[in-house]
């Protein structure tokens, strides 16, 4: 090299002479000539397909612009280096890096009895005055004792319904028993509820516990009380109330809110996330409705096709993503989570976007009869007459849930590496599986991915998220900023 | 600057010692075994149980001082110095009042970069170990921050980790701050012996010129070394040891200074902060200048981007050693006033700027070669906060 001091070697005397070796890598065709390839670590880069075409059949020149970017990218090796095998194990153990802790998040279904009439609630609803479908203490009891069996640092403790705060007595019992037990974990108490209910001694008690809210906003008034029918049709008002009282109690952070997307919703992205905006929201999770509960029977009037919601998704992000380019910072959720995965080394914490799957490894659910199921979604099933996801009862022994019950087989069935169809999709490292879905919509756990609207919904959304990222620079640092 | 080093008469007979500096005229005896008597201008000096009198700017009063000129006059109570009479050698080792105490380890070293400050001697140089281990007892308790650096300093072995005990020992609540080429760490045994000298607050930084091996090991002139470090970095990890990965930027690593900050966060996120470091003009990058230098205004839209990109992906960025006026004013909020205050200087160009107390400034060696692109600011620009959007 001109003007190295002649004691120092060039950059050849470093350069690997032999030739490269292909690191395990998947492909996926995007548009016209363009195809994504990822490595096992999650690292990717798009490729023509000609470029590919000569890395596969190892006709690629090391002088090609290409090459050290593959090599840094672990899609291909040479001998200049071996370092790539730690880091590939330790990008794929730190993905995975969740699952020695198992499962964090313990649902205690306080009660079934619900003041709204929901169109896609998940589950049978019944009438406000039925006490036996309430959660007893001596249930509590034993469902907070199988929670510190977890080895779960963290226990985060989310009261379901029915509306749980139907059963209040309920919740301030399992918080102060789960404090009083507490070996040192950390606590979190999430309390999901309309907030149609909200009395004054339910903030007391939330302020002095540091409990936080799950509620649901639908929309605007008109499309979210024709979602959410109750006597007096006056849900909008009531959450926006509640809404109001939590912040003004707990502070601005203590209450999120989650929306259904149904057929009326299809239209009105835009109206939903202004919506959102204006009640002070800085998320907003467009969610597909799942075909459970009440979602099924009323699938005709409520339901979509899979490619309708995409197109609603699509068009939601595009005017979140406006929203953000002037100046108003609000993110959506699904979108971060599959950028977390794009983009992050880490291993995500959303339970329904996880291979293996979150069930029962992630999250637990203690129905108010005692029965303990892999996942909401699974106890919504139930509900409907489908037990496969029923683990057993409270009664039973920690292990007999997690060891000897329906659990590992189906755990086993859901990792990403053996299903057919994941096994060689370049979207892997960024997707989950979905054990429950596949059951109740195509008859097992695996499913058959080209019918699977699971997996059409998915591979949309994340092809969208990464050509956004490849294709829009300016979309792609607002979306990174919010990671 | 600040000297650290003075040549003087040599005295056959004389001794080699290490002490701390002491204006206290009237110390008690028995507290004067460790001390150095400091001087100034025509003060008297009272013989006394020192052991050693030092006189800055003045004429000798007795035949045992030793003079300094007025450029000492920095020297203070509490900094230790070594001084060598056979040699006629006075070497300052520590300033109590500086945040830039440097115990310089060893001139040897396993790599050979490009750039080398401190091209390394293969020499036998373990007499350095001894005035550290002899010193660390006459620091200050309240000594915020030491850095180790060499040389590399792994190469000393066992002798690292007594300093490291010593350390953790006499100073326990100083951090330390050792640079390293992270190799020797490729050894769980050596970054496990580390973790269990006991230091509270040890941050080891480490250099990564490049995302591909090919690269790194042309910069650091050694084959594995990529290998070995990145393997040394896990292993810090391994050991919860605080980890700083350090990329100095030249035009020989310049063109992946975005795909290595894309790498370190998809592969190294277990650092606790990543630097990009201005080049310095001074030992090997001299004699390697023109394949080295290239003008810090041509990579700021690349060092804007390796930095964001970081920021956003939750890492802690430091830029060092380069001027505001060579940055974009949106990483401005990552710079750090990096330079050791001995070696640190400001251009001709700088008189009048708004912003010369919030910059790095130079190394004293860039007025061998520095910027076509420095300029003063009329008006103190507020810091921006950060944000990519």
């Known amino acids: 090299m001109n003007g190295l001091n002649r004691s120092f070697k060039g950059p050849e005397s470093y350069r690997n002479g032999s030739s490269y070796r292909l690191l395990p890598m998947k492909f996926m065709r995007f548009r016209d000539d363009r195809y994504l390839v990822t490595s096992m670590g999650g690292d990717y880069m ?16 090391q002088t090609d612009t290409l090459y050290p970017d593959l090599l840094a990218s672990h899609l291909i090796a040479d001998d200049s280096s071996t370092a790539h095998l730690d880091l590939l194990a330790a990008k794929y153990r730190t993905r995975h890096s969740r699952l020695p802790s198992w499962t964090a998040l313990h649902m205690f279904v306080t009660t079934l009895r619900c003041d709204h009439s929901c169109q896609y609630c998940q589950v049978s609803r019944v009438s406000e005055d039925r006490e036996s479908f309430d959660m007893t203490p001596a249930i509590a009891d034993r469902a907070i004792g199988l929670m510190f069996q977890s080895p779960s640092a963290c226990l985060k403790v989310e009261f379901q319904g029915g509306e749980s705060l139907l059963n209040f007595d309920l919740v301030r019992y399992i918080v102060s028993e789960a404090k009083r037990r507490n070996d040192g974990r950390q606590l979190e108490f999430v309390i999901t509820t309309n907030l149609a209910n909200l009395t004054e001694e339910i903030l007391s008690f939330s ?50 809110a989650l929306m259904t997307t149904t057929a009326a919703s299809l239209d009105q992205p835009e109206r939903i996330i202004d919506e959102y905006v204006r009640m002070g929201f800085d998320s907003i999770f467009l969610r597909y409705i799942s075909p459970y509960g009440f979602a099924v029977k009323s699938s005709a009037r409520i339901g979509y096709e899979t490619k309708k919601f995409v197109d609603f998704f699509k068009r939601g992000l595009a005017y979140i993503v406006d929203l953000n380019r002037r100046g108003i910072f609000v993110r959506e959720t699904y979108t971060q989570i599959v950028l977390q995965k794009i983009l992050m080394p880490g291993a995500s914490g959303y339970i329904d976007l996880q291979s293996p799957a979150g069930m029962g490894i992630s999250g637990i659910v203690y129905n108010y009869n005692g029965e303990v199921y892999s996942s909401d979604e699974g106890r919504m099933l139930a509900e409907m007459g489908d037990r496969t996801f029923r683990l057993g009862t409270v009664h039973d022994t920690y292990e007999k849930l997690f060891l000897d019950s329906p659990l590992l087989p189906m755990i086993h069935e859901s990792m990403l590496e053996g299903v057919p169809g994941c096994t060689d999709c370049a979207l892997q490292p960024y997707c989950g599986s979905d054990p429950v879905f596949h059951h109740r919509t195509q008859g097992d756990f695996i499913g058959h991915r080209p019918t699977s609207s699971f ?14 990222l490849e294709d829009d620079k300016e979309t792609a640092s607002i979306l990174k900023s919010w990671l | 600057m600040i000297p ?38 025509d003060e008297p000096a009272p013989s006394g149980s020192y052991q050693g009198l030092i006189r800055i700017a003045g004429a000798a009063h007795s035949e045992e001082e030793l003079i300094l000129g007025d450029e000492f006059s920095y020297l203070d109570d509490g900094d230790i110095v070594r001084i060598n009479e056979f040699a006629g050698e006075l070497r300052v080792l520590y300033r109590k009042g500086s945040y830039h105490n440097v115990l310089f380890f060893t001139e040897r070293c396993n790599s050979r970069c490009l750039m080398c400050s401190q091209p390394p001697r293969d020499v036998d140089d373990e007499y350095l170990i001894d005035d550290i281990l002899e010193a660390i007892p006459l620091m200050s308790q309240d000594t915020k921050v030491l850095c180790i650096t060499g040389g590399e300093p792994t190469i000393l072995g066992w002798r690292l980790i007594e300093v490291l005990t010593a350390v953790s020992r006499y100073l326990p609540d100083s951090s330390l701050h050792m640079l390293s080429n992270g190799r020797a760490f490729a050894y769980r045994a050596t970054a496990k012996a580390v973790s269990q000298a006991g230091c509270r607050d040890l941050m080891i930084g480490v250099p990564l010129y490049a995302d591909i091996a090919s690269v790194h090991n042309f910069v650091v002139q050694a084959r594995d070394a990529f290998d070995q470090t990145i393997r040394g970095m896990m292993n810090l990890a391994r050991f919860n040891i605080a980890l700083e990965i350090r990329f100095v930027i030249h035009r020989q690593t310049v063109s992946r200074l975005v795909q290595t900050a894309k790498f370190i966060a998809r592969n190294l996120p277990f650092a606790s902060q990543v630097a990009f470091m201005g080049l310095e003009t001074i030992g090997f990058t001299r004699s390697n200048l023109s394949v080295l230098w290239i003008d810090p205004w041509e990579y700021r839209d690349a060092l804007r981007e390796a930095v964001t990109m970081l920021a956003a992906a939750g890492m802690r960025v430091m830029v060092y050693n380069l001027p505001l006026c060579l940055i974009p004013e949106e990483i401005w909020p990552f710079a750090q006033q990096s330079i050791s205050d001995w070696k640190n200087i400001y251009m001709p160009e700088c008189a009048g700027c708004a912003m010369k107390a919030q ?11 520095y910027s076509d692109h420095i300029r003063p600011f009329d008006t103190v620009s507020q810091l921006p906060s950060f944000s990519i959007i």
Do not use: Y
């Not at chain 1, 798009?46 to 020149?61: A, E, G, P, W």
């Open chain 1, 46 to 61: 798009f490729l023509s397909q000609t470029k590919l075409n000569d890395i596969v059949t190892h006709k690629l020149q």
């Open chain 1, 207 to 256: 302020e002095e516990h540091g409990i936080s809210f799950s509620t649901s906003l639908d929309g605007p008034a008109a499309l979210h009380n024709a979602n959410r029918p109750r006597p007096g049709r006056d849900s909008h008002a009531k959450t926006e109330e509640g809404i109001e009282r939590l912040r003004q109690r707990l502070g601005k952070d203590a209450v999120s």
């Open chain 1, 455 to 468: 997996c059409e919904r998915n591979m949309a959304i994340i092809k969208h998220i990464l050509t956004l």
């Open chain 2, 4 to 41: 650290l080093a003075a040549k003087f008469q040599s005295r056959p007979e004389g001794r080699s010692f290490v002490a701390r500096l002491t204006n206290d005229k009237s110390l008690p005896s028995p507290l004067c075994d460790d001390e150095i008597l400091v001087s100034r201008g």
């Open chain 2, 359 to 369: 910059c790095a400034g130079f190394f004293a060696s860039a007025s061998f070669k």
